[in-house]
Structure formats: structure tokens, C-alpha cells
């Protein structure tokens, strides 16, 4: 079974400081993960995805994620923190094009002025 | 492209009632997904289609739930009996085909059981 884990339920940065968002996963082939964003009372956006080729995936927004196949890792980064950005996070993993997604817990990233 | 759409955004209901929710996906996509989201925590896969074939069920669907899409297009989720911890955001998601990795989410129907 797929798992996959976010670290940290809750981030706050200053506005214009780096976001860095963790996100670990476990799946027995090789996986299609993806970041989505929800902002509050909405349903879920995509920010990015890896499927293939690349392991540094650029999105919406500014935002990029690097896929590391040896630490299982797939964590999203924002170089400059927008007042905008402040919304929930979920890093999600699927095993194939078009199955079910296994989404983290998420993160919610608080941005301070 | 109007974009995934559910109906009703918001439903209270009292213990015991059935409710059903609906989902209209974006026109021309062939798969169509239900999760569930609880405060706080990620969404929880329910179930898929594929056109009108339901193709898997998560063992959170249990016998009080049941979901259709006859025609293909747009679906139907029911909750017979609803219990208090069916207290949840219900999301609807669809993408273009089974070749396509991008589901596309609805705004979702959030559901209080009193």
C-alpha cells in the first residue's frame, strides 16, 4: 500500500522568505506524485506533478518540487513567500496514470508580513 | 470548460436520514473520483469510475454508501442511515481518461450529521 507523509501539520514564514514543505512517501513501484493546494472553503488546485523524465518539476505560482528517488522524498519550494500563499498543502502519490490518489495530512502555511 | 461542479455545497442533516449528493464532472472526461475529507487531514479516496463502470471501492465505502453514474457523465453519492461521523467535506474529482495522470476537483459538498 501507499503511503505518504508530511511533515509539519502547521508552517508560518515571514512574507518573502523561503517555503519549504516536506513531504516523504512509500510505494512499491515507481510512483506519479503531486502537490495540491486548498484555500479555504474550495476544493483542491494543482500546484505540480512528477510522472516521469525530470526529476525538478516546476508549477504554478513559483512554486517547484524535486523528486529524490532515494530518499523518497518529493518536498515543495517557493523561493519568496506571498501573503497569497497562505492555504492548506497536500502532497499526494498515485501508482499508475489515472488511479486513486493517497494524499498526506497536509500542511497549513500561515505567512506573516 | 466550466470546471467540476457539486451540488449541494452544504447539507445538514439529522442522524438517520439518507442524503445524496451530486457530481457533475468536466465535460468529456471519462473518470470520475469521490474522497472524503475530514477536519483536518487529507482526503480519503471513496471510489472511481470509469464512464459507468465503478472500478474500485475503498473499504471506507461501506454498505450505508453507495455511488452511481449511469449515463457516464455526471454521478450520484448516497449515504443511507447517516451516522455522525459521516461528518465530512465530500470532494468529487474527474480526469480526462486512464491515460491521464491531472484529476480536477470540485469545490466539494460538506456534509453536518446532527
Known amino acids: 500500500a501507499q503511503s505518504v507523509t508530511q511533515l509539519g501539520s502547521h508552517v508560518s514564514v515571514s512574507e518573502g522568505a523561503l517555503v519549504l514543505l516536506r513531504c516523504n512517501y512509500s510505494?512499491?513501484?515507481?510512483?506519479?506524485l503531486f502537490w495540491y493546494v486548498q484555500y479555504p472553503n474550495q476544493g483542491l488546485q494543482l500546484l505540480l506533478k512528477?510522472?516521469?523524465?525530470?526529476?525538478l518539476v516546476k508549477g504554478i505560482n513559483g512554486f517547484e518540487a524535486e523528486f529524490k528517488k532515494s530518499e523518497t522524498s518529493f518536498h515543495l519550494t517557493k523561493p519568496s513567500a506571498h501573503m497569497s500563499d497562505a492555504a492548506e498543502y497536500f502532497c499526494?502519490?498515485?501508482?499508475?496514470?489515472?488511479?486513486?490518489?493517497?494524499f498526506g495530512g497536509g500542511t497549513r502555511v500561515l505567512v506573516k508580513p | 470548460d466550466t470546471g467540476v461542479s457539486q451540488d449541494p455545497r452544504h447539507k445538514i442533516t439529522k442522524r438517520g436520514q439518507n442524503v445524496t449528493f451530486r457530481c457533475d464532472p468536466i465535460?468529456?472526461?471519462?473518470?470520475l473520483y469521490w474522497y472524503r475529507q475530514t477536519l483536518g487531514q487529507g482526503p480519503e479516496f471513496l471510489t472511481y469510475?470509469?464512464?459507468?463502470?465503478?472500478?474500485?471501492k475503498s473499504r471506507l465505502l461501506s454498505d450505508r454508501f453507495s455511488a452511481e453514474r449511469p449515463k457516464g457523465s455526471f454521478s450520484t453519492l448516497e449515504i443511507q442511515r447517516t451516522e455522525q461521523g459521516d461528518s465530512a467535506m465530500y470532494l468529487c474529482?474527474?480526469?480526462?481518461?486512464?491515460?491521464?495522470?491531472?484529476?480536477?476537483f470540485g469545490p466539494g459538498t460538506r456534509l453536518t450529521v446532527t
Open positions: 474529482a474527474s480526469s480526462l481518461d486512464g491515460t491521464r495522470d491531472e484529476q480536477y
Open positions: 469510475f470509469q464512464n459507468e463502470a465503478q472500478l474500485e
Open positions: 499526494a502519490v498515485s501508482k499508475a496514470a489515472g488511479n486513486k490518489l493517497t
Open positions: 512528477y510522472t516521469t523524465g525530470a526529476t
Open positions: 465535460s468529456e472526461h471519462n473518470r
Open positions: 510505494s512499491s513501484v515507481p510512483p506519479y
